[in-house]
Each structure stands twice: as structure tokens, then as C-alpha cells.
């Protein structure tokens, strides 16, 4: 797939026995990108390269999967690739593009990797095809993946790992701060929305948001008197927010709203979680809408998708017009949303009905 160049920028030397404190980097560059990107699922690899004491490998999908949900994402899967089958470790790893100045979005999880199966981690939709040739990651048909490897632990074989976490009892870190936040015992800013005051602890919002914590922390801090004025978003939306933060889950609160009502507050949620750079909650949203779209919303919420970067969100939206009949249609084009979508994006308009028509024609 392309010629393939890979650097070791550093990786660590030392054994596999030592694996709790060992980490090191792989860096590769990866040419040819314009040849293969319109090839969801045809795949290229990575030389096989040595860090931490082990063996591994990356694979690349630069034209997407076969899956229709992620034909538009670069797809990364990084394998351990030890000749021993009964290799297995846990690592942290992070997998990044690189620009030439060397900053790099990045993904990170931690997981068992075992070299006696196929198996490894998937980054599918690590970033779109359109966002990546618009960025600076794409420089000369080529990017450079960099990936760094933490061992935190190893073991003979998988049993060894299950039966050292099994008795771990379940983590209930997010019931403590649940109450934290119910108690609002040692709080130490006041967020006025609407009429209503929320309390809450600068460090964990800080610790969920990079905007919390430029706006508690940075230059914006300054003038903040440990009291602040949210004045563009619903009291309920902002107390959702405040309950994902500190439990990372959605509330409670919002298992009692009808349908329409569970849908208005999970478009303004997503806003908030766009407002606040908090991705987790952003697709979670978009995943909820994506299953709830019908006839007399679908324009507004893809004016939504649009308006928020929310890419499946939209291909829902398409997808779901384009299985409309022609009676649908009309009521659809008849619609609030559609008035507004056509004055406020009619770039938006123009895809829907290029998209939507290519499904249909395309359907047997």
C-alpha cells in the first residue's frame, strides 16, 4: 500500500520483566495517500518494530473500512506481534498524526494485547478523510503516525490478567463524585444560569474541559470573583452538563422527558458538549439523535450535524430522507427546518440532495 518509511525515535531497550516502568516511541510515514484513499477496506502495514522489549505492527486503512459507518475515517489498528503465542501484555497506548511542527491529536486507551490472536486496537474513526486533507498532517500525499507504548503490566496468559482484576471490587470513583457534586461539599465556584445557582469544584470541571479550565484557570480566571454567568443556555441543559461531568453518565432527570422534550434536551446537550470540547458526551448525543430522527425533525437536526461537525449525525439525516417517498419528501421540504437550513446553509442542501439521490439510485 504505498512505500512505507519508519524512524524509531526512541524506543526503550530494556526486558519485558521490567514492563511496569518500560515505554517507548515508533514513528512511520506513510506515502502514497491519494492512491488508495477512494479503497475502503484495503489495508497496509507497517515493518514490524521493536518497543518495550516487544513486537509490534500497525495497520492503516487510509480509504476507510467497508462499513458504511466508517468509509470516511482513516482507520489505525495496532497489533502485538510476538512469535510466541502466549505473549501477552496490557499497555497504554497513543496513536497520533504528526505535523511538521510536531504538535498531534491524539487517541489513547488502554488494553490487552495478545499475540495469539488477530486481534489489536482499532482507531476507526481516528479522523475523517476530509478533515485530514484539509489539516496539516497531510503534507505531500504522506503522514507520519507516531505511536507511544506504556507496558503496565504482563502476564503468562490472559487467565492471569482476568484473575488478577476479578477481584478487584467494581470502581464506584463516579457514585463519590456524583455525591461530591449532590452534596456540594467544598465547592468553590457558582455558576448563575438563568435564575438558578449550580456550585461545583473549578478542579473537576477543569480535569473534563479544556474550556472549563481555561476559564477557571488561564487568563480568563482573573476577573472571575469565583462566581459566573452563563447567560445563552437553559438551567435543566447545564445541570445535565454538570451531572456528566462528574458521573459520566447522562442524568437521570432526563429518563422522565416524552419523546419530543428527550430529543430538544439531547440537541441542547449536545451544543453544551461542543461549547465545552467535551467529545465523549458529544457522541453520545450525536448516537441518541442518530437513532431518533423522523420526518417532522430530521431537517433541523441536520441542520444541527451540519452547524456542529456532527458527520454521522448528518449521514443519518441523508440516509434517512433518501428512504423517504415522495409524499415525505414533500412534507419535509414544506418544513420549518428546511426553510431555515435553506437560508442559513444552502452548501448543506446541495450535499443532501446529491447524497440522498446517489443512495437511492444505487438501492437495487
Known amino acids: 500500500m504505498g512505500n512505507t518509511i519508519t524512524h524509531v525515535l526512541n524506543a526503550s ?16 510515514e506513510i506515502s502514497g495517500y491519494s492512491l ?80 495469539g490472536r488477530n486481534d489489536g486496537i482499532y482507531h476507526l474513526e481516528f479522523m475523517k478523510k476530509s478533515e485530514l486533507e484539509a489539516s496539516p498532517y497531510l503534507r505531500f ?35 463519590h463524585l456524583g455525591k461530591l457534586l449532590r452534596e456540594k461539599e467544598g465547592t468553590d465556584v457558582v455558576f ?76 441542547h446537550l449536545l451544543v453544551a458538549a461542543d461549547r465545552y470540547a467535551m467529545e465523549r458526551l458529544k457522541i453520545i448525543c450525536e448516537s441518541i439523535l442518530c437513532e431518533t430522527v423522523d420526518v417532522k425533525t430530521v431537517m433541523t437536526t441536520l441542520a444541527l450535524a451540519d452547524r456542529y461537525h456532527c458527520g454521522r449525525l448528518k449521514d443519518a439525516c441523508i440516509k434517512f430522507i433518501a428512504s423517504l417517498g415522495t409524499r415525505e419528501i414533500d412534507g419535509v421540504m414544506a418544513s420549518k427546518g428546511y426553510v431555515e437550513l435553506k437560508a442559513t446553509s444552502p452548501s448543506a442542501l446541495v450535499e443532501l440532495w446529491e447524497k440522498s439521490s446517489r443512495i437511492r439510485n444505487s438501492k437495487p
Open 13 to 28: 531497550q530494556g526486558s519485558p520483566a521490567a514492563a511496569k516502568t518500560v515505554q517507548g516511541f515508533h514513528v512511520c
Open 36 to 115: 488508495h484513499r477512494e479503497r475502503p477496506g484495503e489495508s497496509g502495514r507497517s515493518p514490524v518494530f521493536s518497543v518495550c522489549g516487544y513486537e509490534w505492527q500497525i495497520k492503516y486503512y487510509l480509504g476507510g473500512l467497508t462499513d458504511t459507518s466508517y468509509k470516511d475515517y482513516v482507520g489505525l489498528w495496532l497489533q502485538l506481534q510476538n512469535k510466541k503465542d502466549d505473549t501477552r501484555v496490557v499497555a497504554s497506548v497513543k496513536l497520533s498524526f504528526v505535523d511538521q511542527t510536531g504538535s498531534s491529536p491524539h487517541h489513547t486507551v488502554t488494553a490487552e494485547f495478545d499475540s
Open 141 to 175: 500525499d504522506r503522514i507520519i503516525v507516531a505511536c507511544h507504548i506504556a507496558i503496565l503490566k504482563e502476564a503468562k496468559n490472559v487467565a492471569d490478567v482476568v484473575e488478577k482484576f476479578a477481584k478487584l471490587p467494581p470502581s464506584n470513583i463516579t457514585e
Open 192 to 267: 448563575n444560569v438563568g435564575k438558578e445557582d449550580f456550585p461545583a469544584h473549578k478542579t473537576v470541571l477543569a480535569m473534563r474541559s479544556p474550556v472549563f479550565k481555561a476559564e477557571l484557570y488561564g487568563e480568563m480566571s482573573k476577573n472571575d470573583p469565583g462566581r459566573i454567568t452563563i447567560g445563552d443556555m437553559q438551567p435543566a441543559v447545564f445541570e445535565a452538563l454538570l451531572h456528566f461531568i462528574y458521573t459520566d453518565s447522562l442524568s437521570p432527570a432526563m429518563d422522565h422527558l416524552g419523546g419530543n422534550d428527550y430529543k430538544e434536551m439531547t440537541r
